[in-house]
């Protein structure tokens, strides 16, 4: 009898250790003010290393002006780039927390009469690669994070809801003089301003 109290001890303990573990706050993920992110709330998202690349925009791969793409503006671009908003995957959430899933979406009209909400393309047969595109994805190659990698911000592409995909942190590759948001290779430090 001693012993499934002692049972019942521990796992009651096991029980509401996980019960306190699971609604723990993750941090939030700060502006350059300092401030949390906010759902709805417009946000230029800009190198955090300077004299590199300007902030990110919607860019095209070729001579043909759709689809579009995440891209930089460069350094010597008069443009600001354009901003964006985050939409926590949980509808109840306001601030954004790092590690948390996410969509991401430009504030601006396509020429190309799609949707600017971000989501990972298909690998390229030939490369290998995977962009950064946009269109219209309301399943998991558009559910985003935000993680901080020693003292920087990171966007990682890694949704829960597909088992294990591929997941990558979003770096710069240069194709054609064009800096665009791949997925396989080095990861990019990112800040985020206000608009």
Do not use: H
């Amino acid at each position: 009898m001693m012993m499934l109290y002692k049972s019942l001890a521990i796992l009651s303990y096991i029980c509401l250790f996980m019960a306190i573990t699971s609604t723990a706050q993750l941090p939030s993920v700060l502006d350059t003010d300092g401030e949390p992110l906010r759902r709805g709330v417009e946000y230029y998202i800009k190198p955090a290393i300077t004299d590199v690349a300007g902030n990110l925009t919607l860019k095209s791969r070729s001579n043909a002006p759709c689809p579009l793409y995440v891209g930089q503006e460069a350094v010597t671009s008069t443009n600001i780039g354009l901003p964006v908003t985050f939409t926590p995957i949980v509808a109840s959430e306001d601030i954004i927390e790092e590690s948390r899933g996410l969509n991401i979406v430009f504030q601006a009209s396509s020429t190309c009469i799609m949707s600017t909400q971000w989501r990972v393309d298909e690998a390229e047969s030939d490369t290998g690669r995977r962009f950064v595109g946009t269109g219209n994805d309301d399943g998991p190659t558009g559910v985003f994070r935000i993680d901080r990698n020693n003292g920087v911000y990171n966007i990682v592409w890694c949704p829960a809801m597909m088992g294990r995909p591929r997941c990558g942190s979003a770096g710069i590759l240069v194709e054609d003089g064009v800096r665009l948001l791949a997925l396989d290779g080095d990861a990019f430090p990112f800040e985020f301003v206000k608009s």
